[in-house]
């Protein structure tokens, strides 16, 4: 006697609509926006200042944007008497100063880059090593301190110590050489602006990388010490990967801020003479519009400073997205 093996029956076709019909929703997808502030209202009031503070100072000011493309008169409207268009954009877009600041604004962006970028995370990465807590600690110290000066004191310090009888002058007649003056010279200004930069963000910027170090695995460090890998490969292929998505967002961050270079420290340092390498175009803008004011020419030139720099931003994310796998958005 012999038994045949039947098929299981077909399942019963489903409908167009239970085909396509959502899934069940929890409860909790029903709770409703409403429900949530009034339970959570106490952590949502924390956002009311922060909110305001972005509101007031980012948001609304971007309305005053419009006197770019109208002729505004002080005492008159405060958006402008009458439309001209792209007009003011014509005229620094064919001004040969505004392309010799702007000239000047991405070579001290790509010098603070180059220097101000990687020398946080090679500073985090030596005090990682570091065993001794107490030298540990006094180097954070240390380097931690310039972040919190006023600008004003670190231009003060700076013009000190460059100034005719400071002691980079004492140091260079020690050697036999003639004093300099230094901020009175234009090839000496790049070089100033960028140490100065680098002793007052380097320690704070590694403040985001030590954090970021504490949350890699030590099964990681063990793993690679099994394999044989001495303190060099573990920080390539163990330390430098896991601090990655905070190298990632922090050179976008700075990235979208690589045309402000530091308007402040440069006001502060430059002078007529040093206007060939110093000059740039948030201080140009400056004196366009509060010595000169022409309110109208620059608000044209900071809103296309703006779109450059968001274009920037976009343009690092999608890359960085792409290549690594890592972005803001």
């Known amino acids: 006697m012999t038994s045949t093996l039947r098929p299981p029956p077909p399942a019963p076709p489903r409908s167009p ?9 929890s409860p909790r997808h029903h709770r409703s926006w409403r429900q949530a502030l009034r ?41 402008g008497e009458y439309w001209v268009g792209l007009r003011y954009f014509r005229m620094f877009l064919t001004d040969p100063t505004f392309w010799e600041v702007f000239t000047n604004t991405l070579v001290l962006g790509t010098l603070t880059l180059l220097f101000c970028f990687p020398l946080p995370i090679v500073l985090a990465l030596l005090l990682n090593e ?13 380097s931690y301190l310039p972040h919190f000066l006023s600008i004003v004191i670190v231009a003060a310090m700076v013009m000190q110590l460059t100034s005719i009888e400071g002691t980079a002058n004492q140091l260079v007649s020690l050697f036999g050489g003639d004093p300099v003056a230094f901020l009175q010279q234009p090839e000496w200004f790049r ?16 403040i985001l990388y030590l954090a970021a170090l504490t949350t890699i695995d030590e099964d990681l460090y063990e793993a ?27 050179l976008i961050l700075n990235i979208g801020s690589f045309l402000a270079v530091g308007f402040e420290k440069i006001l502060l340092l430059y002078n007529p003479l040093t206007y060939p390498t110093a000059d740039v175009v948030s201080t140009y803008l400056f004196r366009m519009g509060f010595q000169s004011s022409n309110f109208s020419y620059a ?8 779109v450059i720099g968001l274009i920037l931003v976009l343009s690092a994310n999608v890359i960085s997205r792409r290549t690594v796998g890592t972005s803001l958005w």
């Open 191 to 206: 070089t100033i602006y960028v140490s100065s930069e680098v002793w007052q963000t380097v320690g704070w910027g590694t």
């Open 130 to 142: 570091v065993r001794a807590r107490r030298f540990k600690r006094f180097v954070q110290s240390v």
């Open 299 to 306: 608000a044209a030139i900071g809103l296309f400073e703006a």
């Open 39 to 79: 339970r959570d209202w106490q952590l949502y009031s924390l956002a009311i200042l922060p909110l305001l503070f972005f509101l007031v100072f980012r948001y609304l000011p971007m309305v005053g944007n419009i006197i770019a493309f109208r002729r505004f008169k002080p005492g008159g409207s405060i958006f």
């Open 224 to 250: 690679a010490r099994i394999d044989g890998a001495g303190r060099l490969r573990q920080t390539w292929h163990v330390t430098l990967p896991g601090i990655r998505p905070t190298m990632v967002t922090l």
């Open 17 to 25: 609509q239970a085909a396509h019909s959502p899934a069940p929703r």
